[in-house]
């Protein structure tokens, strides 16, 4: 489990310079912490690589030391933290090619300093992402989750016209926070089903919908849905007063990073204030089973599926071997971070 409100990694203050690019030689070891759908791996066996994949469910950080030790290569997964203790174990990596778009488990700051790449997985998760997002909104707002239970649980006896009332999409506000790939991505979607957009990143961009700062945003939306990365500066974006600062009755949705919010402010926010709350992403994550939250009936929560989609996980996996060996070859990787 995460901890609690764990600040993200330093982030890096120059591009690294990289190991010396060593050529792919026949049983250098990488290191993959989960198990992945899909044949991707196959491509770094056929290039010799001895390929070592933990197969558990979990892997504790005493057992990702041991496993790391003698790798060139890493692939790990978001819940994975790979920091200077675990760089310093594997002597000779030259190449952390995350299996995610969002890094902030890396401490990035150390691997530049190692000369140690770091790569990830941007614009194949962007539309399952966005699906997922938009899954979360409609559970939320049309209290699908309620209905179902209501339904399972033996309590529908009749249709009543004020049973389970919902909020209509149609004509809401919705708010982006962050707006670049998957922000944009669920913008479309939110067209379709004639929600107005606006949106705030840290630029405005070319794009026809209003660009408003933080605050207003949270003034003005019906729906605040998070798309930034986790870093220092949106470490607690929205703390207890941007979360009061939303309009009574609105909708949060966040399928970025759990550690984006007060998880105890929004426990309170969703008492009340809010009309409910879809969540992918948690803090900490996984959720213990004992909290609060799972006790809210406003409150949707799925376990960081947002990119769970077979073809999705399959093409990460593609991207993620493609960066590594890139790395391992001598190449510029296609999608570098460090
Ligand atoms: P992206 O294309 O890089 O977009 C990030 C957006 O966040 C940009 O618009 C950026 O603004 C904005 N941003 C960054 N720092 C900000 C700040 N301090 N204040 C306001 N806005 C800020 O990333 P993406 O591909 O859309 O992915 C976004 C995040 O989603 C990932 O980092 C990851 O953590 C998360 N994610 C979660 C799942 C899941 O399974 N739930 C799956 C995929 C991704 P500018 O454009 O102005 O720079």
């Not at 933990?54 to 692939?75: M, N, S």
């Not at 071997?321 to 190449?331: I, K």
Request: with cysteine; hydrophobic share 45%.
């Amino acid at each position: 489990m995460r901890p609690t409100g764990a600040p993200p990694w330093r982030w890096p203050s120059s591009p690294s310079p990289g190991r010396n690019p060593t050529p792919v030689k026949r049983g250098m070891k990488v290191f993959v912490t989960r198990t992945l759908p899909g044949k991707a791996l196959d491509r770094l066996r056929e290039r010799g690589l001895e390929v070592e994949v933990h197969r558990g469910l979990f892997l504790p950080k005493a057992e990702l030391l041991k496993r790391v030790e003698g790798a060139v290569g890493l692939i790990p997964t978001v819940e994975d933290r790979i920091d200077a203790e675990v760089m310093d174990r594997a002597k000779g990596l030259k190449v952390i090619a995350c299996y995610s778009v969002g890094v902030d488990h890396v401490d990035l700051e150390a691997a530049r300093e190692r000369g140690i790449r770091v790569t990830h997985t941007p614009g194949v998760l962007t539309e399952a992402t966005a699906d997922l997002t938009l899954a979360l909104l409609l559970a939320v707002a049309r209290r699908v989750v309620e209905g179902a239970a209501y339904a399972r649980d033996g309590l529908w006896r009749a249709w009543h016209p004020e049973l389970l009332l919902g909020l209509d999409l149609q004509g809401l506000t919705l708010g982006l926070v962050g707006m670049g790939r998957i922000g944009q991505a669920v913008a479309k979607r939110a067209l379709a089903f004639g929600m107005r957009v606006v949106y705030h990143a840290r630029t405005p961009k070319p794009l026809p919908y209003p660009f408003l700062s933080l605050e207003e945003l949270l003034k003005e939306a019906d729906v605040v849905s998070l798309h930034t990365p986790l870093t220092p500066e949106t470490h607690r974006l929205l703390n207890r007063e941007r979360l009061f600062a939303m309009k009574r009755g609105a909708i949060l949705i966040n399928t970025a990073r759990g550690a984006l919010v007060d998880t105890e402010a929004l426990v309170e926010a969703l008492r009340g204030h809010l009309f409910g709350a879809g969540l992918d992403v948690t803090d900490p994550e996984p959720l213990p089973q004992d909290h609060p939250l799972y006790r809210l009936p406003n409150a949707v929560i799925t376990p960081h599926i947002g990119s769970a989609g077979r073809t999705t996980r399959e093409r990460m996996a593609e991207v993620a071997v493609e960066n590594l060996l890139a790395v391992l070859e001598g190449r510029e990787p296609p999608n570098p971070v460090v």
